[in-house]
């Protein structure tokens, strides 16, 4: 074979190859990270939509409204809130079974359920919005308990209509429910009341403020109301961590919110990590028109959490210091994107998201570079830098302006005491904490190699100097 046909054929297969690969990762919206300088810039796709399910396709009526989705075990659970229905399906997306009524002779049924746990000890908890209960089943489905609401003064005047829920080891039990301001209502595995955990501050625009300090009685009673803002869904971490999304008020919705989605720690306080780029609040420098509202979040064993949001269909993911990782998603109609986005859950590597108008699941898939990000991160998350940095080196190859990747690299250099390779990293990677630190120890090591062979010449220097004036002198002296 010539030359030229050679080159020829292996041209032929390059251009094949990236056809190949452009197809594999073609999608329907954006995809984008933001940069140190806030700027949205182009990313390689991290999930892919591989298929899109309707009751059809698991083998029952079709949806009416889904509320909620769960994932244990391989085993997913949905909530039909239209059809007052949970369906639970194996991992290849095969009805195991479907509930609609339950209970002595089957007398039982839910009414518009909103959300559903599943814990580690099989419990299946139900939010059963509309009879204002919580239902625990446990992995046949039989009625464990039913929660109604809970005497005590604390929520003696107030709706109980529990939307979300999330369980911990200890199997108390956190209620998000409507019209509750004063936080997250967290009951004892009985349903007794224990208190209300991680309630929401107050925000307060200063000009009203003032106002309200100046005006009169009349005037402050025409005045809005401060009320906290209103917690819309909840996940929870194995170490008992509470994930909380949080319904914006009047105010927050007229700028930025803030702290849309906490940690809250058993204290109550929140404690998540905000030390990326730019904070955990979804899209930024969009206007309050497309300002992000997230609907639901999940998080994972290895401290990585998504967010989903309802304005622009988004999926925003972080890790556990609150670095952005990746975005995908978006409104429409194709594949991949979503008319009324209400739910999403992790399957395996897998990312599944509810459409509450199409009543579809749309489910995605990592490319190699989201399984790189996502394998980069685990070992990160628990101490593996150099395993954590081969993968973020696979990252950098497919995307040279993947900003972590650089990070990564250079914390596995830092704790090998490669200081000057680090900052090279640090420094590709906008990291300016980590530079500092990377460059002060470097600093301190050239100083540590050369001082001694430095101060030496120094001295010797100087001894010579002596020296040369002493017999300078004595050859004086004999003239």
Same mark, same amino acid.
């Given at each position: ?23 594999a990762y073609a999608t329907t919206y954006d995809t984008y ?74 007398? @039982? #049924?839910? *009414?518009?359920?909103?959300? =559903? !746990?599943?814990?580690?000890? /099989?419990? %299946?908890?139900?939010? @059963? #919005?509309? *009879?204002?209960?919580?239902? =625990? !089943?446990?992995?046949?489905? /039989?009625? %464990? ?118 940690r809250i720690n058993p204290k109550g306080e929140d404690v998540l990590r905000r030390e990326g780029y ?202």
């Amino acid at each position: 074979m010539s030359r030229a046909k050679k080159a020829m054929l292996a041209f032929s297969m390059m251009f094949l190859l990236f056809i190949t690969t452009m197809e594999a990762y073609a999608t329907t919206y954006d995809t984008y990270i933001y940069s140190f300088w806030g700027r949205a810039m182009p990313s390689t796709a991290a999930y892919t939509p591989s298929r899109i399910l309707r009751g059809a396709d698991i083998g029952v009526e079709p949806f009416v409204e889904l509320s909620d989705v769960a994932v244990l075990d391989g085993k997913i659970y949905l909530v039909d809130a239209g059809s007052n229905r949970v369906i639970i399906c194996d991992h290849q997306w095969q009805m195991v079974k479907e509930i609609k009524t339950f209970g002595k002779d089957g007398g @039982d #049924s839910f *009414n518009k359920p909103q959300g =559903i !746990f599943i814990s580690q000890k /099989d419990k %299946i908890y139900v939010a @059963d #919005s509309g *009879n204002e209960r919580i239902l =625990i !089943f446990d992995e046949n489905f /039989d009625v %464990i308990h039913e929660i109604r609401k809970p005497p005590s003064s604390f929520l003696e005047d107030l709706p109980f209509v529990p939307t979300k829920l999330a369980v911990d080891k200890a199997d108390r039990i956190y209620v998000i429910a409507k019209g509750i301001y004063e936080g997250i209502i967290e009951l004892d595995s009985g349903g007794a009341f224990n208190r209300f955990t991680g309630v929401n501050k107050v925000s307060v625009n200063p000009v009203d403020y003032f106002w309200k300090v100046i005006g009169t009685q009349k005037q402050k009673e025409q005045m809005a109301l401060y009320i906290p803002t209103e917690f819309r869904n909840i996940d929870i971490d194995p170490t008992g961590f509470l994930y909380t999304i949080s319904l914006p008020n009047k105010e927050e919705l007229k700028t930025i919110t803030k702290d849309p989605i906490k940690r809250i720690n058993p204290k109550g306080e929140d404690v998540l990590r905000r030390e990326g780029y730019v904070g955990v609040v979804g899209d930024i420098h969009v206007g309050t028109e497309k300002m992000t509202s997230f609907v639901d979040v999940v998080v994972d064993d290895s401290g990585r959490y998504s967010g989903l949001d309802a304005t622009r269909g988004r999926i925003f993911t972080y890790d556990d210091d609150g670095n952005l990782l990746y975005i995908f998603g978006g409104l429409g109609n194709q594949m991949g994107t979503f008319t009324r986005p209400v739910a999403l859950a992790y399957h395996g590597q897998d990312i599944l998201v509810m459409d509450g108008t199409s009543n579809t699941i749309t489910v995605f898939e990592p490319t190699a570079f989201g399984l790189h990000v996502n394998a980069a991160t685990r070992h990160q998350y628990v101490g593996n830098y150099e395993e954590a940095a081969s993968y973020w080196e696979k990252v950098n190859a497919l995307d040279t302006n993947y900003d972590l990747a650089y990070v990564g690299i250079g914390k596995a250099l830092y704790r090998n005491k490669q200081y000057k390779e680090a900052c090279y990293y640090f420094k590709q990677g906008s990291q300016k904490e980590y530079y500092g630190m990377a460059y002060q120890k470097y600093r301190k090591e050239v100083l540590r190699r050369w001082f001694g062979p430095v101060m030496t010449l120094v001295i010797l220097g100087i001894l010579l100097g002596l020296l040369w004036r002493l017999f300078k002198r004595r050859g004086s002296r004999q003239c």
